[in-house]
């Protein structure tokens, strides 16, 4: 079965660049969210979409933006990168009644 | 916001042994999820507990949710040492789109 599918899989990027992190969706999943993990740590939301338009906003800085386009993928993007942004960040979909479906991931280093 | 609490965090067990982790919840919660994450790596649903008296098993794990007490259970029989991982339970409201984790229980099964 289709599974969400995320890239690229790893990222370095240096302080103060930025980053575009994309997310393809389970076929009719209609809801798109973001999660950042820091080490140790559980996965905290950042921003959902449902049917391509927000639905909800978590701890989201005002650096990052994220949208979801008409094939329902989804992007975040990354601004201004801090040391501090360093972590795993998932996309995860979801359809009704179903449990949130994660991808694999984007690690992401800030040196 | 719904808060999602879990204990212990931190677990390590002998094969063999029984054991059960706890999720709290703070308010009312239409549904509660069960995650297992390896280190590194994407988090995988394991259970979704729909109702209250809900009881899912899947091999030596079993998950139940009491929406009364607001507690759901994850509980370990004879635990082995592929069942090492972080386990996450998550939480759903009424209203919105959002999965509110807790904190997560890292498991250490010792041969």
């Known amino acids: 079965a289709a599974g969400v599918i995320q890239s690229p899989r790893h990222l370095i990027k240096e302080k103060r660049e930025t980053a575009t992190l994309k997310c393809y969706p389970i076929p009719r999943h209609d809801t798109v969210y973001w999660y950042q993990q820091g080490p140790g740590q559980d996965p905290q939301f950042l921003i959902s979409?449902?049917?391509?338009?927000?639905?909800d906003k978590g701890s989201i800085p005002d650096r990052f933006s994220a949208q979801q386009f008409s094939d329902y993928h989804s992007e975040l993007n990354m601004s201004s990168l801090e040391l501090g942004d360093s972590a795993l960040y998932f996309c995860?979909?979801?359809?009704?009644?179903?449990?949130?479906?994660f991808g694999n991931g984007t690690r992401l280093t800030v040196t | 916001e719904l808060k999602v609490e879990q204990n212990p965090l931190f677990l390590s067990m002998q094969e063999g042994k029984n054991y059960t982790i706890y999720c709290n919840y703070s308010?009312?919660?239409?549904?509660l999820y069960w995650y297992r994450q390896d280190p590194g790596k994407s988090l995988e649903s394991l259970f979704v507990l729909l109702s209250n008296g809900a009881v899912k098993q899947e091999g030596r794990l079993m998950a139940s949710l009491d929406t009364k007490a607001r507690l759901s259970t994850l509980h370990i029989t004879a635990a082995v040492h592929d069942l090492s991982a972080t386990y996450f339970c998550?939480?759903?409201?009424?209203?919105?789109?959002?999965?509110?984790f807790g904190t997560g229980t890292s498991l250490t099964v010792i041969p």
């Open positions: 308010t009312t919660s239409d549904r």
């Open positions: 998550a939480g759903t409201r009424y209203t919105g789109n959002q999965f509110y």
């Open positions: 979409f449902y049917e391509k338009m927000q639905s």
């Open positions: 995860a979909s979801s359809g009704e009644n179903s449990p949130l479906h």
